[in-house]
């Protein structure tokens, strides 16, 4: 199965230290998914946002940019999503919230994420997974219990995502694997569903306005 890691940063540039740190967070999770899943990373730097927002489905067919087609289609090929995220202000990343926010949830609907946090500080990005959680439901990818949170990630990762030789590996792998294996359980489930059923012919996305879904009027 195929699942498509979200590294939720465009920071090029320090302070803090180091400056991509989500990238040694995510090639750490790419290794632990590795024995489940084919991961795919996706990084906001290789998908320049346009001048102003508009998203995907908003666009002229000829118009619509290439990457953003090309990334469309990743999507929902994907068969599950691992989220990775800083905290700002309580919150997911603008860059990461930015990226999604192109693309419509018939994309990432009826299948699994997972989110993972971080931050060079003590609350790992915490406090941002809770906002995170609401906003993957409404996409429709619904997270998995289990969190993944990455305190102090420069002191725990190499910048090759490798952990340092002074942390457990073995604990560090086990805690991860919690919420991976949860992730693979609900995206073997949904595989299996969706060859039995079309969860759209239940449950269509709107065509032209999200007006379709309204209740009756009373």
């Known amino acids: ?21 989500g990238e040694r967070v995510v090639a750490f999770l790419a290794a632990q998914l ?4 084919e ?6 730097l290789d998908y320049p946002p346009t ?15 290439l990457h953003l087609s090309r990334l469309e289609q990743l999507i929902r090929e994907a068969d599950a999503y691992v989220m ?15 990226l999604l926010n192109h693309f ?4 990432f609907a009826f299948k699994p994420s997972l989110i993972a946090t971080y931050s060079s500080g003590q609350w790992g990005g915490a406090r941002a997974a809770l906002n995170m959680r609401v906003f993957l439901a409404e996409l429709g990818c619904l ?19 490798q952990l340092r030789q002074d ?36 449950s269509p996305a709107f065509q032209k306005t999200p007006a379709e879904r309204d209740a009756p009027e009373t």
């Open 34 to 37: 590795g024995s489940s899943f």
């Open 39 to 44: 991961p795919v990373i996706i990084d906001p």
């Open 104 to 107: 419509p949830s018939s994309a």
């Open 167 to 202: 942390q457990d590996e073995a604990r560090w792998s086990s805690y991860a694997q919690r919420g991976i294996q949860q992730l693979y359980w609900w995206a073997s489930a949904a595989v299996h569903q969706r060859a039995v059923l079309n969860p759209f012919a239940a």
């Open 143 to 161: 997270p998995v219990s289990a969190m993944l949170h990455f305190p102090h990630a420069d002191k725990v990762f190499q910048a090759s995502g």
């Open 51 to 65: 001048e102003v927002f508009k998203p995907a489905f908003a666009f002229a067919d000829k118009t619509r940019p």
């Open 84 to 98: 990775v995220s800083p905290e700002y202000n309580h919150s997911m990343s603008p860059a990461l919230a930015d």
């Open 1 to 21: 199965m195929k699942v498509l890691v979200f590294l939720g940063s465009r920071r090029k540039s320090s302070p803090p230290m180091p400056a991509r740190l």
